[in-house]
T-cell receptor, first 113, second 122 residues
Framework: AQSVTQLDSQVPVFEEAPVELRCNYS??????LFWYVQYPNQGLQLLLK??????LVKGINGFEAEFNKSQTSFHLRKPSVHISDTAEYFC???????????FGTGTRLQVFP | GAVVSQHPSRVICKSGTSVKIECRSL??????MFWYRQFPKQSLMLMAT?????????EQGVEKDKFLINHASLTLSTLTVTSAHPEDSSFYIC??????????????????FGPGTRLTVL
């Protein structure tokens, strides 16, 4: 079975500052890793994913994440945030070659002017 | 544009009634769809896996007789909340995985989520 831990429930940050949202996972098998963003009263939108290959993954809206197998982490980063990045961010994992996603509890990113 | 749609987006019903939520994949076929439930300010909890042409697979703790799932075609799955009660009020989200289709925006090995249905039971 897989599990996902998002260590921070809320992350406040000022506009144009860098941000890192943390995600750790647990699994006895190889996994795929995902970050999704959810804006208020909307469904989830894929930010980026790691399936294989390069451990540094670049996604939409200037976000990137790095897969670290030894630390079982997949932290999300952005060098300079905008007000429009205010949203809920979910890290998710699926076992290799399956479609079932297990989500973390989410991190609320609040960007202040 | 959206690749997975849900209908309705919002529904308010009286306690004891049944509510049907539709999830459609647009422009691609989905033999599998997933149904999630999200409580306010919480994560998505997988409820069940909807399989076209066979019975749904429910996660532990989810009542299959209360949450009826029908995967009628390769583009449509429905979730019916039977005899709804106020504690069933929640945000219900479906998703469908795609293997990717050349020449489209659909990515390989990616799940696309519907916009969600907010159910309020009075």
């Amino acid at each position: 079975a897989q599990s996902v831990t998002q260590l921070d429930s809320q992350v406040p940050v000022f506009e144009e500052a860098p941000v890192e949202l943390r995600c750790n996972y647990s699994s006895s098998v190889s996994v795929y890793l995902f970050w999704y963003v959810q804006y208020p009263n909307q469904g989830l939108q894929l930010l980026l994913k790691y399936l294989s290959g390069s451990t540094l993954v670049k996604g939409i809206n200037g976000f990137e994440a790095e897969f670290n197998k030894s630390q079982t982490s997949f932290h999300l980063r952005k060098p300079s945030v905008h007000i429009s990045d205010t949203a809920e961010y979910f890290c998710a994992v699926s076992a290799y070659n399956t479609d079932k996603l297990i989500f973390g509890t989410g991190t609320r990113l609040q960007v202040f002017p | 544009g959206a690749v997975v749609s849900q209908h309705p987006s919002r529904v308010i019903c009286k306690s004891g009634t049944s509510v049907k939520i539709e999830c459609r994949s647009l422009d691609f076929q989905a033999t599998t769809m997933f149904w999630y439930r999200q409580f306010p300010k919480q994560s998505l909890m997988l409820m069940a896996t909807s399989n076209e042409g066979s019975k749904a697979t429910y996660e532990q703790g989810v009542e299959k007789d209360k949450f009826l799932i029908n995967h009628a075609s390769l583009t449509l799955s429905t979730l019916t909340v039977t005899s709804a009660h106020p504690e069933d009020s929640s945000f219900y989200i479906c998703s469908a995985p795609t293997i990717g289709i050349a020449g489209t925006q659909l990515e390989i090995d990616t799940q696309y989520f519907g916009p969600g249905t907010r159910l309020t039971v009075l």
